[in-house]
Nanobody, 128 residues
Framework: QVQLVESGGGLVQAGGSLRLSCAQSGLPFSSLDMGWFRQTPGKEHEFLAAISWSGVDTGTADSVKGRFTISRDNAERTVYLQINTLKPEDTAVYYC?????????????????????WGQGTQVTVSS
């Protein structure tokens, strides 16, 4: 089993920054590819970014590229999402997710259904 706990959300002004963290326990962290998604009421989860087990490969949604950066620290069993230049439309619940490592070239890291494990989410609210 895998447990994921997000933290770092909150209320911020537009233009500000946040770093979300997701702490993992259970299976060896280095066996997991990790992803970040977000969800607003009435909408599906939106893929944001993913990182391979080693940290060598990353993928970021075009909609947030340049503002969102994913990273991981395998020693700390933590994945991070740095969010810069926050906008009111970034307001959402942010989730981290984990899946057993797959070949990165398949692009499956952007597919919500590929992730077997999810955190409880952390709320990010951006005021204008």
């Amino acid at each position: 089993q895998v447990q994921l706990v997000e933290s770092g959300g909150g209320l911020v002004q537009a233009g500000g920054s946040l770093r979300l963290s997701c702490a993992q326990s259970g299976l060896p962290f280095s066996s997991l590819d990790m992803g970040w998604f977000r969800q607003t009421p009435g909408k599906e989860h939106e893929f944001l970014a993913a990182i391979s087990w080693s940290g060598v490969d990353t993928g970021t949604a075009d909609s947030v590229k340049g503002r969102f950066t994913i990273s991981r620290d395998n020693a700390e069993r933590t994945v991070y999402l740095q969010i810069n230049t926050l906008k009111p439309e970034d307001t959402a619940v942010y989730y981290c997710a984990a899946m057993l490592h797959r070949p990165w070239w398949t692009g499956s890291y952007s597919e919500k259904g590929m992730y077997a494990y999810w955190g409880q989410g952390t709320q990010v609210t951006v005021s204008s």
